[in-house]
């Protein structure tokens, strides 16, 4: 149980344009979800975290308007990249978690390329 | 943002070595996590620790949650090829909010 998936695994596109990634969760209702960028050798960095039905809330220093972020189902949040350019090349993961529970099971990952 | 400062941040060892790698923090945390990360895929948890002093094993893994709640280990014994991957040492703030480690990369020779 509790499985997460990403959609695409991986994603190539051209400076300028914007990208859309899913987050799901398979076998549970995930109130939570979380948005994570790891660049190469790096750790992990929360983005932004979004409950289902409301806005998502950003970390500091993430622009809102550039990674747009819907959860309007219990099972499905988006991340749409908006004007990509290179330097947001990176492996976005995202999370989920059930109400009450702070566990968080993540996603395998979607590792996005910029040209 | 706040970041836990983990080391080592990387080692290479032979297989049937022990491993132990640690975990520090300016804050307290109420809860700390052990995750692997397999190259390409997000993080799996290994360990959870709830108590202050608590010590608790999941098979060769053995992790303990230090006593001013600023600092935690993991310790891996008997290495085996498949542990070979980055461990990250996480700890909860607030509710749900993760603050991870840098990592630890892992390296075993057979």
């Known amino acids: 149980g509790a499985v997460v998936s990403q959609h695409p695994s991986w994603v190539i596109c051209k400076s300028g344009t914007s990208v859309k990634i899913e987050c799901r969760s398979l076998?549970?209702?995930?109130?939570?979800m979380f948005w994570y960028r790891q660049f190469p050798k790096q750790s992990l960095m929360l983005m932004a975290t979004?409950?289902?039905?409301?806005?998502?809330?950003?970390e500091q220093g993430v622009e809102k308007d550039k990674f747009l972020i819907n959860h309007a189902s219990l099972t499905l949040s988006t991340l749409t990249v908006t004007s990509a350019h290179p330097e947001d090349s990176s492996f976005y993961i995202c999370?989920?978690?059930?109400?009450?529970?702070?566990?968080?099971?993540f996603g395998p990952g979607t590792r996005l390329t910029v040209t | 943002g706040q970041q836990l400062n983990q080391s080592p941040q990387s080692m290479f060892i032979q297989e049937g070595e022990d491993v132990s790698m640690n975990c520090t923090s300016s804050?307290?945390?109420?809860?700390w996590l052990w995750y692997k990360q397999d190259p390409g895929e997000g993080p799996v948890l290994l360990i959870a620790?709830?108590?202050?002093?608590e010590l608790t094993s999941n098979g060769r893994l053995t992790a303990q949650f230090g006593i001013t709640r600023k600092d935690s280990f993991l310790n891996i014994s008997a290495s085996i090829p498949s542990d070979v991957g980055i461990y990250f040492c996480?700890?909860?703030?607030?509710?749900?909010?993760?603050?991870f480690g840098q990592g630890t990369r892992l390296t075993i020779n057979p």
């Open positions: 999370s989920a978690s059930e109400v009450g529970i702070y566990e968080q099971y």
């Open positions: 076998d549970f209702q995930a109130t939570t």
């Open positions: 979004s409950n289902e039905g409301s806005k998502a809330t950003y």
């Open positions: 804050s307290i945390f109420n809860t």
């Open positions: 620790l709830y108590k202050a002093g």
């Open positions: 996480a700890g909860l703030q607030g509710a749900q909010k993760l603050v």
